[in-house]
């Protein structure tokens, strides 16, 4: 495995924003990440896809 797994933990850290507003994202599915009983998970490449795919655009939550 040439990347990393990302927890919520690890999301919170990388972005500039707090766990409430991070939920908001996760929970609507806006995030590329896989639910896992309560937990979030990603990988640094998905979110690397995710971030491309969604640069120039707002998103509003």
Do not use: H, S
Request: proline share 3%; net charge negative.
């Amino acid at each position: 495995m040439d990347y990393k797994i990302l927890t919520q933990d690890d999301l919170l850290e990388l972005f500039p924003f707090g766990k409430t507003k991070l939920k908001c994202l996760l929970d609507a599915g806006v995030l590329p990440v896989v639910k896992v009983g309560r937990d979030y998970l990603t990988n640094e490449r998905e979110l690397d896809r995710w971030f491309e795919a969604n640069k120039g655009k707002e998103i509003f939550y």
